[in-house]
């Protein structure tokens, strides 16, 4: 089972408080942890968080900053966590196009929980689906010049081609887009779309996207069984 989740709602958070978008992205960090425990109580193997995209450069840059030392400074000291709660850490994205501090952060976490297997929680990072299916393309003509390219080599040049496509992509505070999230994979994702703000999340809405997705009949274009 892989859950992708699109967090929303980290600025409206902190506005309905009175608080700098900062605060909302702390608090976002924090429901990222819950709903990292929440999936692993819950037996999901799989969550990729849609942390920053290649569209998020956009903003004014005081926020970008802020959140490139998340990573950069929050993320080292939260490695002792994860480990201590058997979450490995992978990261999908153009991990290159990071400031130096950050990219460097990411990939000691990743390589420090390794060897963890109780949950994996997939970090995208300059993420973007179109950017990374070109990424991809590109990665088999460099290794196949003059090669016609196929469905599967495409996939087998994705970021993580080992991880499954997500059952189901849950996107907070009520937005119905997947601004450019997971564009390959969410092929036959069930779609979810959660009124409550990112950072209010937690195990419980976990539970709505599996109880959600239990509903659902996947028929992966052919007929039901
Ligand atoms: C969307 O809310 C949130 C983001 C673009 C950033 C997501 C980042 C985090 C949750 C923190 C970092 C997490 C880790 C694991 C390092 P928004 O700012 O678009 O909210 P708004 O639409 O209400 O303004």
Not at 51 to 74: C, H, I
Not at 101 to 123: D, P, Q, W, Y
């Amino acid at each position: 089972m892989h859950l992708g989740l699109i967090m929303d709602g980290n600025g409206r958070w902190a506005k309905k408080r009175g608080l700098p978008r900062a605060a909302g992205h702390i608090e976002g960090m924090k429901a990222c942890k819950r709903v990292i425990l929440g999936a692993r109580n819950l037996c999901v193997y799989f969550v990729s968080f849609y942390v920053f995209s290649t569209e998020n450069w956009k903003r004014p840059a005081q926020e970008v900053s802020y959140l490139m030392s998340l990573l950069a400074k929050k993320l080292p000291g939260e490695t002792d966590w994860y480990k201590e709660n058997n979450v490995r850490i992978r990261v999908r994205g153009n991990v290159d196009g990071l400031p130096e501090e950050a990219r460097n952060a990411v990939k000691n976490t990743v390589e420090a929980t390794s060897g963890c297997n109780g949950i994996t929680a997939v970090l995208c990072v300059n993420y973007g689906g179109q950017d990374e299916i070109s990424r991809a393309v590109n990665r088999f003509i460099e290794k196949n010049p003059g090669k016609k390219i196929t469905v599967a080599d495409i996939e087998a040049n994705l970021d993580c081609p080992d991880i499954p496509a997500p059952d189901m992509i849950a996107r907070s505070a009520g937005e119905l887009r997947l601004s450019n999230f997971m564009l390959w994979d969410s092929a036959y994702a069930e779609l979810l779309s959660i009124d409550k703000l990112w950072p209010d999340w937690d195990q419980e809405e976990v539970q709505t996207c599996l109880d959600a997705l239990a509903g659902r009949t996947r028929k992966f274009g052919g007929l039901a069984q």
